[in-house]
């Protein structure tokens, strides 16, 4: 699958790109500055031993075609500025995966505070600037970067993914499904968002407590998860975690 | 451990008061009609093999002294007025487990929706009624009513506790480590509670999307939760989970 990631020279965007390319993916990362989208490339690819491309954020959006993922990774202080600048580039009907948690270090604030933004949740928000056209998912709020960056180790940690498109859904699902041990949650509509978002603020406030770097979070009550299989989700298959 | 289990004739309160009965400790339950209150520990006395009692609210509480519990599991929209009725009745410096989501179903919404209360959360609400005096913890959001009933099978899911005060979240957690299957974690400060309570209904969410009852939370990154183990923790053990 074509994958482009917007902030992609960031902690969670670049982990994000290695664990995508690693997985078989053709992976674009994108930067504010297209020579640092180069570079962070190189760099990965050197990490993964496949190749990656860079460039600059919208170049890397408008890349992706309808059959595409455009994951938007980056802090919710550039969230509104950074979709601004890749609206035009975004293909329609796309599938947009936005990983962005409004945590209050936004506006000077603490990793375990979180802002409520206008919309109700930076996906919600994503989606208000981008307009009809590009279909949104929420998803990798309990994914701590760390975890991404480590290739030799399973992700021990759901993806819980919110979407108002069940195509848009199972795509981003089934492309997360190859990143070992990660598996993904159908958690309902975008706007399930605005309680999964702050999940990020959660689980930093763990890892305080506790004095780790990782902690994530694994839903119980069935032992598979992925598409909830109901005819409305189309004819795709199950989860491989 | 003296425990009283106010608004303990609803599903969650009456599953909470028979885990903790069976756990070996003494339970009150509490409603806002003594006879009713009464009556529901008479069933659960059935239920469990081991004597519960049943009082009316005010009575329940008062009768914790400093080193019980008093835990709150009633529906938001009943929330404050059930506060301000206990809120004599509770001893200075006793421990209060506030177990309430907003969910918005409290003003004809959906369970799957929630309110911000005024305070931030549910659990800050009860701490501004009852003033300064008892020490407020959040917790069991993310436990079914039907897991606790189910007394048979062990609970699969996690209780993420949130205090200000860590003795008072310790002797919550201690009680609740009784319960099997069940284990706590530190997630911070009661103002986490903002981030925690909505996990009720992310729950719902799930739950409605895969045609399931009781999905949980399980937190990862570490092999035991519990206490912290900082000295500021006090000397008490992990947790049994």
Redesign the interface.
């Known amino acids: 699958m074509d994958v482009a990631v917007i902030g992609g020279t960031g902690a969670e965007g670049f982990g994000l790109a290695m664990r995508l390319a690693a997985a078989g993916h053709h992976v674009t990362i994108g930067s504010r500055d297209a020579g640092r989208g180069a570079e962070s490339a190189a760099k990965a690819s050197e990490l993964v031993g496949e190749a990656l491309d860079g460039t600059d954020n919208a170049s890397a959006a408008s890349g992706m075609g309808r059959d595409g993922v455009v994951a938007v990774t980056v802090p919710f202080e550039g969230h509104a500025e950074i979709y601004r600048s890749i609206k035009d580039a975004v293909p329609p009907g796309a599938v947009v995966l936005d990983a962005t948690s409004p945590l209050a270090t936004a506006v000077g604030g603490r990793p ?3 802002l ?1 933004p206008w919309h109700g949740s930076a996906a919600e928000q994503a989606k208000a600037i981008l307009g009809d056209g590009p279909r949104v998912v929420a998803g990798l709020h309990t994914i701590a970067a760390e975890a991404l960056q480590a290739l030799g180790h399973d992700v ?2 759901d993806v ?1 993914l919110c979407a108002d498109d069940p195509e848009a859904k199972q795509r981003v699902g089934s492309l997360l499904d190859g990143i070992p041990g990660m598996r993904w ?5 975008l ?2 968002a ?3 978002e ?2 990020t ?2 689980l930093v ?18 032992d598979t ?1 992925g598409s ?1 299989g109901g005819p409305s989700e189309g004819s795709s298959g199950g989860p491989s975690g």
Request: net charge positive; glycine share 8%.
């Open positions: 375990w505070q979180v409520r021990d940690s819980l949650v159908d958690c309902g509509r706007e399930m605005r309680v999964a702050p999940l603020a959660l406030s763990i890892n305080r407590t506790y004095k780790i770097k990782d902690s994530g979070f694994r839903i119980v009550g069935r998860w909830s």
